[in-house]
């Protein structure tokens, strides 16, 4: 699937690698927050010792930042949008649309869910960019 990324998406991505040296996937530029899709591999790169890297990096851009990695399957990929909550299985079902049935522990509800709502809202608009997934729902 072909994503397309607006100016300032563009521009960040090429800031975000100048200064981590990992070049984004994709970004989604979300108000004060931004988040990167980092290819497979390059986790620890990017977030960098004790954080230090993108500590730096959002101090520079003038904005929150969340790092998602990319992963090969849409399973994983699921699981990787939802992080740092646990993520137990994930079912994609091919009914009329594509969706994502993620099973996470009812601790973690939350942290997949995020304030308002944002985390999960994050991996939805990720998933349908990059795996045609057209909602995650978690049971």
């Known amino acids: 699937m072909r994503v397309e990324l607006s100016?300032?998406?563009?521009?960040?991505?090429?800031?975000?690698?100048?200064?981590t040296g990992v070049?984004?996937?994709?970004c989604l530029v979300e108000g004060d927050r931004l988040v990167f899709l980092v290819p497979a591999g390059e986790m620890a790169?990017?977030?960098g010792q004790a954080g230090e890297t993108v500590e730096e990096t959002e101090r520079?851009?003038?904005?929150?930042?969340?790092?998602?990695?990319?992963?090969?399957t849409p399973e994983a990929f699921v699981a990787s949008a939802?992080?740092?909550a646990a993520v137990n299985a994930v079912t994609i079902s091919e009914q009329n649309d594509r969706v994502?049935?993620?099973?996470?522990p009812e601790p973690d509800r939350g942290v997949a869910?995020?304030?308002?709502?944002?985390n999960i809202e994050t991996a939805r608009t990720l998933a349908k960019r990059h795996f045609d997934i057209d909602d995650i729902q978690l049971t």
């Open 7 to 19: 100016d300032e998406a563009r521009q960040y991505i090429g800031r975000f690698d100048e200064l």
């Open 23 to 26: 070049a984004p996937k994709d």
């Open 45 to 47: 790169a990017a977030i």
């Open 60 to 72: 520079r851009l003038g904005k929150s930042i969340e790092l998602v990695e990319d992963a090969d």
């Open 82 to 84: 939802l992080a740092p």
């Open 100 to 104: 994502a049935y993620v099973e996470v």
């Open 113 to 118: 869910i995020g304030a308002d709502g944002a």
